[in-house]
């Protein structure tokens, strides 16, 4: 059975997921603006393409990984969040 929200098939690229691309791509503060980015996305249009719960949780899942990212990074990455926020 697929997950459309943890890890959807058409994000999968060979061995690697697409959001581990953009994050290596991204850096800390860009990952971390592209999720709340999409975070908001999700909440916005929520029951407009897909069904509600599914989009509310696609969206917090960009949260919970945005937080697990800072949580993963040092001192430095997260000055660099904090002076572009």
Request: hydrophobic letters at 40%; proline letters at 4%.
């Amino acid at each position: 059975m697929t997950d459309p929200v943890n890890h959807p098939p058409h994000y999968t690229g060979g061995n690697i997921e697409c959001i581990d691309a953009i994050r290596e791509a991204l850096g800390l503060a860009g990952f971390v603006a592209f999720c709340r980015g999409n975070a908001m996305k999700y909440a916005w249009r929520a029951g407009k393409k897909d069904a509600a719960e599914q989009d509310m949780r696609k969206g917090a899942w960009y949260l919970v990984r945005g937080a697990d990212e800072i949580a993963k990074a040092d001192e430095a990455e997260i000055d660099e969040i904090e002076a572009t926020s």
